[in-house]
Nanobody
């Protein structure tokens, strides 16, 4: 059974940091581009960041550039999202998703991603 499990969410004060993890089970992430998405209450799901299978190319939403860093460790079958200088507007449920592709660029839209985790809550508040 193919499964993605996110972890690392929580409550943090503005300016703080969190590192989210996306661990795969039942398949290897070696052949999958990974995207991180988030959804705030009453808003549509939006792309936050993505990374290609090699890790050689990444993309970020303008709202998180310079603050978030995506990375992958294929040996651990895990992708990470390091989030620094967090703001209240970063609050939401964060999801990781996997897309089997060899494309050298990753996409930020959710539609191409076939496998999704259950999400982890991130709350930025004082």
């Amino acid at each position: 059974q193919l499964q993605l499990v996110e972890s690392g969410g929580g409550l943090v004060q503005p300016g703080g940091s969190l590192r989210l993890s996306c661990a795969a089970s039942g398949f290897t992430l070696d052949y999958y581009a990974i995207g991180w998405f988030r959804q705030a209450p009453g808003k549509e799901r939006e792309g936050v960041s993505c990374i290609t299978i090699s890790g050689g190319s990444t993309n970020y939403a303008d709202s998180v550039k310079g603050r978030f860093t995506i990375s992958r460790d294929n040996a651990k079958n895990t992708v990470y999202l390091q989030m620094n200088s967090l703001k209240p507007e970063d609050t939401g449920i964060y999801y990781c998703a996997a897309r089997r592709t060899e494309q050298r660029m990753c996409v930020m839209g959710p539609r191409p991603y076939a496998y999704w985790g259950q999400g982890t809550q991130v709350t930025v508040s004082s």
